[in-house]
């Protein structure tokens, strides 16, 4: 298992966004992960306001991390092989980059306040009866609560 797994606790919110778009979507060009990176700053903001949705984790490493929003940090999830196949000390590059630009409120948000997504090859049933915020390349993104 990567190193950034086995640690992942000890890394700070910029780190922990890195790989969280990395496992996310990585393997994406980059508006896709940046439309990632929006919604997890718009759960951040959602679940640090008054009343605000508590599932979501608080922080932004909590929001990453908090159960079944994140694939790529869940054992079993498909996506968390990315991440535990990462060997350590790995660049990961834009997605770096990425969160380090959303953490500074500098990444403008390209899916309208979304707070979900899926990939646009599948229909899972929380996305139906709802409009899409954004389609990015092969995300399509939702604001469904907030």
């Given at each position: 298992?990567?190193?950034a797994?086995?640690?992942?606790?000890?890394?700070?919110?910029?780190?922990?966004?890195?790989?969280?778009?990395?496992?996310?979507?990585?393997?994406?060009?980059?508006?896709?992960?940046?439309?990632?990176?929006?919604?997890?700053?718009?759960?951040?903001?959602?679940?640090?306001?008054?009343?605000?949705?508590?599932?979501?984790?608080?922080?932004?490493?909590?929001?990453?991390?908090?159960?079944?929003?994140?694939?790529?940090?869940?054992?079993?999830?498909?996506?968390?092989?990315?991440?535990?196949e990462?060997?350590?000390?790995?660049?990961?590059?834009?997605?770096?980059r990425?969160?380090?630009?959303?953490i500074?409120?500098?990444?403008?948000?390209?899916?309208?306040?979304?707070?979900?997504?899926?990939?646009?090859?599948?229909?899972?049933?929380?996305?139906?009866?709802?409009?899409?915020?954004?389609?990015?390349?092969?995300?399509?993104?939702?604001?469904?609560?907030?």
């Open positions: 298992m990567s190193a797994l086995d640690t992942h606790r000890a890394l700070g919110a910029r780190e922990i966004l890195a790989l969280t778009l990395y496992g996310e979507a990585g393997d994406r060009p980059v508006r896709e992960a940046e439309g990632v990176a929006s919604v997890v700053m718009t759960r951040v903001r959602l679940a640090a306001s008054p009343g605000g949705p508590a599932h979501l984790g608080e922080g932004v490493a909590g929001v990453c991390r908090a159960p079944f929003q994140f694939g790529c940090w869940h054992p079993g999830h498909p996506r968390r092989r990315v991440l535990a990462l060997p350590e000390g790995a660049d990961l590059g834009a997605c770096a990425i969160a380090a630009r959303a500074a409120g500098a990444l403008p948000d390209p899916t309208g306040g979304a707070t979900h997504y899926h990939d646009a090859a599948r229909l899972p049933r929380w996305a139906l009866g709802h409009a899409p915020t954004a389609e990015l390349g092969g995300l399509v993104f939702y604001r469904l609560f907030g």
